[in-house]
Nanobody, 127 residues
Framework: QVQLVESGGGLVQPGGSLRLSCTAT????????IAWFRQGSGKEREGVSC????????YYARSVEGRFTISRDDAKNTVYLQMTNLKPEDTAVYYC????????????????????WGQGTQVTVSS
């Protein structure tokens, strides 16, 4: 059974940094990577970043490009989201997800293509 567990969320001041982790267990070869989504209070869930299991680069939403970096550690079955220069508008519950669709991991990563989700981790950016 595939499970994803996020960690690393917390309270940080504007301009600060956090690193989120998504650790996967039970992943089979027919899952093609990891994506990060977030949902702020009263907002729709939006894609943040994704990385294909065969790539060493990721794709990013415009709102986070240049501030967030996604990376993989295959030995630990973990994907990281390094977040820098955080802004109050980054406040949200962050979720990682995976998909059996190879094409789900590209410049446009649609929520509907992802079928396994973690429980989420809260990130709050506030002074």
């Amino acid at each position: 059974q595939v499970q994803l567990v996020e960690s690393g969320g917390g309270l940080v001041q504007p301009g600060g940094s956090l690193r989120l982790s998504c650790t996967a267990t039970g992943l089979t070869p027919d899952y093609y990577g990891i994506a990060w989504f977030r949902q702020g209070s009263g907002k729709e869930r939006e894609g943040v970043s994704c990385i294909h299991k065969s790539d060493d680069f990721g794709y990013y939403a415009r709102s986070v490009e240049g501030r967030f970096t996604i990376s993989r550690d295959d030995a630990k079955n973990t994907v990281y989201l390094q977040m820098t220069n955080l802004k109050p508008e980054d406040t949200a519950v962050y979720y990682c997800a995976t998909s059996r669709f190879d094409y789900a991991f590209g410049p446009v990563f649609k929520e509907a293509l992802f079928n396994i989700w973690g429980q989420g981790t809260q990130v709050t950016v506030s002074s």
